[in-house]
């Protein structure tokens, strides 16, 4: 499975790493923000993608919108420190499948990508 982390904390990319290398069989590509994160999706496909909303240059939310306008099914998960309900519900409009608070426990990342993706499978 290729993964695509895009997040501007190269820190929190390695606990992204950590924590979905436990689950097995994952490749991943890294980002630092959304115009990097399209330039990988130019020239590869990935089968999910973790994105943070605060990063310099486009932020996650734009990101978001600009994957959906060209690819409508592959799971987008928004891991931020964003906890208001009013950015979590602009966040799914836009077009995220799940979404992840900071700091979160291992568990909970591992959760939520094992649930968005058997959602998908189930669609």
């Not at 590869?44 to 996650?60: A, T």
């Not at 306008?69 to 995220?96: C, D, F, H, Q, Y």
Request: charged content about 25%; some cysteine.
């Amino acid at each position: 499975m290729n993964v695509l982390l895009v997040d501007d904390s190269r820190t929190m990319r390695n606990i992204q790493k950590r924590v979905l290398d436990a689950m097995g069989g994952i490749e991943f590509v890294e980002a630092a923000d959304g115009v990097e994160a399209l330039k990988c999706m130019e020239t590869k496909s990935f089968d999910l993608i973790l994105v943070d909303w605060n990063m310099p240059n486009m932020d996650g939310l734009t990101l978001v919108k600009h994957i959906r306008l060209t690819n409508k099914t592959v799971p987008l998960i928004m891991v931020t420190t964003e906890a208001e309900k009013s950015r979590i519900i602009e966040a799914i409009k836009a077009g995220v499948n799940n979404y992840v608070v900071k700091p979160f426990k291992p568990e909970d990342l591992s959760q939520r990508v094992s649930q968005t993706l058997q959602q998908l499978k189930a669609a």
